[in-house]
């Protein structure tokens, strides 16, 4: 499988502040999702100013779809879709205009460019919209639309920066539907950044998960999920047990760490929670206690970006 | 081909943009009406000063009227720079292909259509109100010429000057701060033998200056067609100058986000 997208050691300082990237690499395989999450500040934005041609690095080279971004900026242009995190439409202009001009500026014109704006305008559900200034658009029609701006040229690669941030649950969910068939056929790589680890979790085939500038982790989801010591199994006991006979008894179990008593509740961690709880439920019945309730509960990558960053992923992180 | 495709693109959308607001439509057609009834009246004597030669007040005026006007509306240019960088349209025109000259140009392009209406406006209202344009039509087209170079080379320092502060309150001090003094170090509200020796001097290198002498030269009678060939060729170097300059703004612009 060939890279769509490679960056190699950029680093990117910016004047008075704090380094902004600091030998961050990556590479993405055609044909595949990649998502870079993290906090504001983390270095997303920047890195993917600088694979858009948008920002250059102080040092370090990366290529998207095989061209050299540093040196042949105008290629790399010609061959990228960008869906920026702001509208990047013109609000006075309707929908159509808008793609119109978008088509022109990639060299389409005529016959060709009028079926492929119609063919936007229905794949995205512009149809009604199409001839009212876009300033009219609710959010989700606003963020549809530049995805479809993004589209006009078919782009060997796609990049969009934080697309569902400020859209309401429906339009983000529908957002998410629209990226996956994107990307169902495998014809198009997309890089998206993303401060919602549930969304990285949904859409990504890879993840990357930046902190101060550099990848403190990557690999598909599920993968960084089984990295982490395994899944949380809690359970409740219908009496609380005498010291230390709970713990006795599961720790002869293989397979079970971080064993804790605590009044009535049980906690343990294991490799695989499910497979794990029928052994664990025997031994529990062996020893005379009855158990109440059993909860498993997979990691989430919230612990896997609290593993490899050190601070929790909270709200706090999500300012502008 | 596709540097005037795309410089007219970008042309439509400003045009757009400005037609669909009526507020801007009724200032824009207003605006030349007040100056010239205003400072038609208000300047009215001047003509009757000993040493004041060229007719009726309102004919003098007129031709420094259009010029003011012209620089006035050209100024504001960047204003919808720092517009479409807070909307994202200027970073996503900066990762497509568009070639970056188009973004000056179609900029320029729609000030000099806007300049070209407000000045007929002028030159039709000034024709009421009794002044005369005694090398008809083609005077008052090299008029109307010097106006929009000028105009031009205005918007082209408005535009490179949004790229590198980035901020509306700084372009706003700018351009007022630089607008009108120039305006009135030149001879377009009064005869140049008499303004002050000093003001005279700086007028020299003033190109408010250059575009009113041309244009009032080539409006009114006795042009000097030498003065108005070389004030024009001042005025087109400094077009270029200023192109070259927003042009090349998108680098610095570029490298500060």
């Not at chain 2, 960088?85 to 568009?98: A, E, H, K, Q, T």
């Amino acid at each position: 499988m060939t890279q769509a997208i490679i960056a190699h050691e950029l680093v990117k300082t910016y004047p008075g502040e704090v380094r902004a990237l600091d030998g961050l690499s990556l590479s993405a395989d055609s044909g595949m999702i990649f998502a870079l999450a993290g906090p504001n500040g983390a270095g997303k934005s920047t890195t993917f100013k600088i694979l858009t041609t948008l920002s250059r690095p102080d040092t370090g080279s990366a290529r998207v779809a095989g061209i050299d971004v540093l040196r042949q900026p105008e290629r790399v242009r010609q061959a990228i879709g960008v869906v920026g995190q702001k509208t990047g439409a013109t609000p006075e202009a309707t929908g159509s205009e808008n793609l119109v001009m978008q088509g022109e500026i990639y060299g389409l014109s005529g016959r060709a460019l009028r079926q492929r704006v119609n063919q936007l305008l229905d794949r995205f559900d512009l149809r009604e919209a199409a001839d009212r200034p876009t300033k009219t658009f609710s959010g989700g029609m606003r963020r549809r639309l530049d995805v479809a701006l993004g589209l006009v040229h078919r782009p060997q690669v796609l990049f969009l920066d934080e697309p569902t941030t400020g859209l309401d649950p429906d339009a983000r969910a529908s957002l998410w539907l629209e990226i996956e068939r994107l990307a169902g056929d495998g014809a198009m790589t997309i890089l998206l950044t993303t401060h919602y680890l549930d969304e990285a979790d949904r859409l990504a085939d890879h993840l990357a998960i930046v902190d101060r500038g550099r990848i403190v982790t990557q690999g598909p989801p599920e993968t960084l999920k089984r990295e982490l010591r395994g899944d949380a199994i809690q359970l409740e006991l219908e009496a609380a047990p005498s010291d230390g006979r709970v713990t006795a008894a599961l720790l002869a179990l293989p397979g079970l760490s971080e064993i804790l008593a605590d009044g009535r509740i049980v906690r343990a961690r294991a490799e695989h929670g499910a497979s794990a709880i029928p052994g664990l439920l025997g031994a529990l019945e062996r020893e005379g206690f009855a158990v109440s309730s059993v909860t498993l509960a997979r990691p989430s990558l919230d612990d896997v970006y609290l593993r490899h960053t050190g601070h929790l992923y909270t709200k706090h992180d999500e300012r502008e | 081909m596709t540097p005037l495709r795309h410089t007219w693109q970008v042309t439509l959308r400003y045009l757009r943009a400005l037609f669909r607001q009526p507020a801007w439509i009724g200032i824009t057609l207003v605006q030349p009406m007040i100056w010239l009834l205003l400072f038609g009246a208000l300047f009215k004597s001047i003509a009757r000063i000993p040493g004041f030669h060229g007719g009726s007040y309102i004919e003098f005026l007129t031709p420094g009227l259009i010029v003011m006007l012209a620089i006035s509306s050209a100024g504001w240019s960047g204003m919808a720079y720092i517009e479409d960088m807070n909307l994202g349209v200027m970073d996503r025109f900066l990762v497509s292909p568009i070639w970056r000259g188009a973004l000056n140009a179609g900029s320029v392009t729609q000030q000099i259509i806007i300049i070209a209406l407000q000045s007929l406006i002028v030159a039709g209202l000034s024709l009421t109100v009794g002044g005369r344009f005694p090398n008809g039509v083609g005077g008052v087209a090299i008029l109307i010429g010097v106006a929009t170079l000028l105009g031009a080379s205005f918007a082209s320092l408005s535009n490179a000057l949004a790229l590198v502060v980035r901020q509306r309150e700084s372009l706003i001090g700018a351009v007022t701060s630089v607008t009108l003094p120039l305006t009135f170090l030149s001879t377009a509200f009064m005869q140049q033998t008499l303004v002050p020796h000093w003001i005279r001097v700086i007028a020299r290198f003033n190109p408010v200056n250059w575009a009113v002498q041309a244009g009032r030269s080539a409006a009114t009678q006795h042009t000097d067609w030498n003065l108005v060939a070389t004030r024009t060729a001042c005025l087109l170097a400094l077009l270029l100058t200023s192109a070259w300059l927003a042009t090349r703004s998108f680098r610095a612009y570029q490298r500060s986000i």
